[in-house]
């Protein structure tokens, strides 16, 4: 698990960008490159300064074995090619995480994440946000549910100190 402090730190750089994607993955079903590249320098530049050495180095191959995991999903047809790309740039965040709880923490995410977006689908907040793709398009935006799962495992630390 991370120290209060490195939660802290890397949920202040992480949450404006996982908003972003979020909110653009809904509007234009597109995560943009320039989103996915803030992420990993949030990591890039915070981590070494809060991470020891040693889960640094290791978050930086996660993301590397992530991203050619998702290279090879994207190319062959089963996820978007940006969710893999921001698949990679939050894998370092995840060094060192319980594996159970942050599986509970992604599919609790995604469940909440697709049920809000069908509901909100015939609401009166579809009307404010009209022009948004992914209310007609046929998948699912997915970068949603993984921002989602970014700021709930950044805030999970901060929320067991309390």
């Known amino acids: 698990m991370l120290s209060q402090t490195a939660a802290w ?22 995560i943009p490159n320039k989103a996915v590249l803030a992420l990993a320098a949030v990591f890039i530049a915070t981590g070494l300064f809060v991470l020891p050495q040693s889960a640094y180095l290791w978050g930086l191959g996660l993301g590397a074995i992530v991203l050619v995991i998702t290279f090879l999903m994207s190319s062959m047809g089963l996820i978007g090619a940006g969710d893999a790309k921001y698949a990679a740039a939050m894998a ?35 009307s404010a946000t009209a022009d948004w793709a992914s209310w007609e398009h046929a998948k699912f935006p997915f970068g949603l549910p993984m921002s989602g799962t970014l700021l709930f495992y950044l805030f999970s630390p901060i929320l067991a100190a309390i």
């Open 9 to 30: 730190v890397f949920l202040i750089g992480a949450a404006p960008i996982a908003i972003w994607v979020a909110w653009s993955d809904m509007k234009y079903m597109r």
């Open 92 to 126: 370092p965040f995840f060094v060192g995480a319980n594996a159970g709880a942050l599986f509970v923490i992604a599919a609790s995410t995604i469940l909440a994440a697709f049920v809000a977006h069908r509901v909100l689908k015939n609401t009166p907040f579809r």
